[in-house]
């Protein structure tokens, strides 16, 4: 019998997980690396189930409906497109501010999707990568002042962002690998994916170990290649350093659920993709490269052996072409660890 689905909504979740066999030869791997593909998402990244969750949330809540409400939010990149694809979808229209190192790619599917792209005043831009996270409220509000109906999706401290990974990435990864998996690798950027998975696989077993990838602090301070901006690599960012949890760590982010922070150079997140695609045919995003390179440094230890390591690869390589993410550099990849 045939199978006619109703909307891109019905779409998202459920995405593949995929072992790199070829890749785990080729680098002599003692782990096993299963990748988490989220650019199946009908929207192409992991996004688009947060944006699901916090839209669907709201409406059982009776904040907002298509009627009457215009979504707004802050972001520079894969949440607003998430966001502008259900919101199409449903009926919504959409404003989002654009921040500082949105790629051509991403701000052209915006437009696609007919979203209204705005740019918040400087000082508050500016603000936000002065003071932290507090600032996004003032970048919020001043969006809900210059927009009639408007309601914000805040990303950053929404727990239905969370609650998205929670509910359904977490057990979608602990049923496709039997409970099987040893080893959860992800990012932070507004910290919903991270935590909500590692909370649920935690549940199920507390001994699984979550690993968070971090933007090395020379590259951020140093950048000597695009995609390496406003504090980390596309999508992630450093929030923890010998001090603990620092102002860039989004209100979603729950340190209790991590059990170790390594670092990656964007050299090293580079020979990840690059790897990925040659090995396996898979092109990936810089976020996702930067989990693939943990992931590989991972498997390459003697105490993991065996063991299932998954990756969360947020998005893939297409959108960021315009920064040459396929280039292979060899002056940048000489200097990866692996």
Do not use: C
Not at 45 to 71: F, N, Q, V, W, Y
Not at 199 to 214: C, D, G, M, W, Y
Not at 249 to 278: C, G, M, Q, S, W
Request: aromatic residues 8%; without cysteine.
């Amino acid at each position: 019998m045939g199978k006619i689905y109703n909307s891109i909504t019905e779409l998202i979740g459920h995405t593949p997980l995929v072992e790199f066999h070829r890749l785990e030869k080729a680098l002599g791997l003692k782990g096993r690396i299963a990748g988490k593909l989220e650019y199946f998402n009908p929207a192409g990244s992991h996004k688009d189930r947060a944006a699901l969750e916090i839209i669907e949330e709201a409406e059982k809540r009776g904040e907002i409906s298509p009627k009457k409400t215009t979504l707004v939010e802050f972001t520079s990149g894969n949440m607003g497109i998430g966001i502008a694809a259900v919101a199409a979808a449903k009926g919504y229209k959409f404003k989002v501010g654009i921040q500082n190192g949105v790629s051509i790619e991403r701000k052209k599917l915006l437009e696609a999707y007919g979203s209204e792209l705005v740019n918040p005043p400087e000082d508050l831009i500016k603000g936000v990568f002065e003071k932290g996270i507090e600032a996004f409220n003032d970048v919020y509000q001043w969006m809900l002042d210059t927009t009639p109906d408007s309601w914000t999706t805040r990303q950053l401290s929404n727990p239905d962002n969370p609650g998205a990974h929670y509910r359904h990435t977490g057990p979608e990864i602990w049923e496709d690998t039997d409970g099987k998996v040893d080893i959860f690798v992800g990012g932070v950027g507004t910290g919903g994916s991270t935590h909500g998975v590692s909370k649920f696989l935690k549940e199920k077993n507390p001994s699984i170990k979550t690993v968070i990838a971090q933007p090395d602090k020379a590259d951020v301070e140093h950048p000597v290649v695009q995609g390496v901006e406003d504090g980390g690599f596309h999508g992630i960012h450093a929030v923890h350093d010998e001090n603990g949890l620092n102002p860039m760590a989004p209100t979603n982010f729950n340190d209790k659920v991590v059990d170790e922070y390594e670092t990656v150079t964007y050299a090293e997140t580079l020979r990840a993709i690059h790897l990925l695609a040659h090995y396996e045919g898979i092109f990936i995003g810089a976020s996702s490269g930067a989990s693939l390179a943990i992931a590989i440094k991972q498997a390459l230890k003697d105490e993991n052996k065996g063991k299932l390591i998954v990756p969360l690869l947020p998005d893939n390589g297409e959108r960021y072409l315009s920064e040459d993410l396929q280039r292979v550099r060899e002056d940048v990849e000489k200097k990866a660890s692996f």
